[in-house]
């Protein structure tokens, strides 16, 4: 059973460009979670996305980001005109029960995005 | 969610159990404790979680206290590929947002030759 898959494992942009970064969750599970980890700090929750639908963004930016998770295909985040400060690795999350907190969640290797 | 506290560093030798502590005095009933470790530039990885009573798997045991204000995941055997950082994490039941995992600095376990 593949596990979670994230794609491009490194993305460099430059100041204004659009990154786009993508998650398969494991088969069977239709929750997904973005997480950020800034150099040398904690992953932070940004979104909760079941499909079709996002049931939590608060840990999102409000400008420049948003997520989406389809009936088909993978999740994605999609960050626009980046800049420096969103150099960090984001990490995808899936879980195959309703969000409870008995559910476990299982990360993808992340996409490390530099911003230069 | 309740806060959990974990010392900063510890270090095991090779072939011995590591032994990791987390407090969580604050925790509630219904409360989960989950652990998982990050591999350097790796996503994390689960590994046990437990509620009330002790828990093993293929990679750990869960030693939780009668009292649930702390814990220790234990390694029974380390090797040099469980050099990690590791996360204690305390999870809601249900209700509100228990599925944001909040992630503190952790427990970085080196094993040493």
């Known amino acids: 059973n593949a596990g979670v898959m994230q794609n491009p494992r490194h993305l460099v942009r430059r100041r204004g460009q659009e990154a786009r970064l993508r998650c398969s969750p494991m088969?069977?599970?239709?929750?997904v979670y973005w997480y950020r980890q800034l150099p040398e700090e904690g992953l932070k929750f940004m979104v909760y996305?079941?499909?079709?639908?996002?049931?939590?963004e608060s840990g999102m930016p409000k400008e420049r980001f948003s997520a989406e998770f389809p009936k088909e295909g993978p999740s994605i985040l999609r960050i626009q005109q980046v800049v420096r400060g969103d150099s960090a690795a984001y990490f995808c999350?899936?879980?195959?029960?309703?969000?409870?907190?008995?559910?476990?969640?299982?990360f993808g290797p992340g996409t490390r995005l530099t911003v230069l | 969610d309740a806060k959990t506290t974990q010392p900063p560093s510890m270090d095991c030798a090779e072939g011995r159990a590591a032994n990791l502590p987390c407090n969580h005095s604050t925790i509630s009933g219904n409360e989960y404790v989950y652990w998982y470790r990050q591999i350097h530039s790796q996503g994390p990885q689960y590994i046990i979680h437990?509620?009330?009573n002790n828990e093993t798997n293929e990679m750990a045991s869960l030693i939780i206290t009668e009292d649930r204000k702390s814990s220790t995941l234990i390694l029974p055997h380390a090797t040099l590929r469980d050099t990690a950082v590791y996360y204690c994490?305390?999870?809601?039941?249900?209700?509100?947002?228990?599925?944001?995992?909040?992630f503190g600095k952790g427990t970085l376990l080196t094993v040493n030759p």
């Open positions: 994490i305390v999870r809601g039941n249900s209700g509100g947002s228990n599925y944001k995992l909040t």
């Open positions: 088969k069977g599970h239709s929750h």
């Open positions: 996305l079941q499909k079709e639908n996002i049931i939590d």
């Open positions: 437990g509620l009330k």
């Open positions: 999350a899936s879980s195959p029960l309703a969000g409870s907190g008995t559910d476990t969640q299982y």
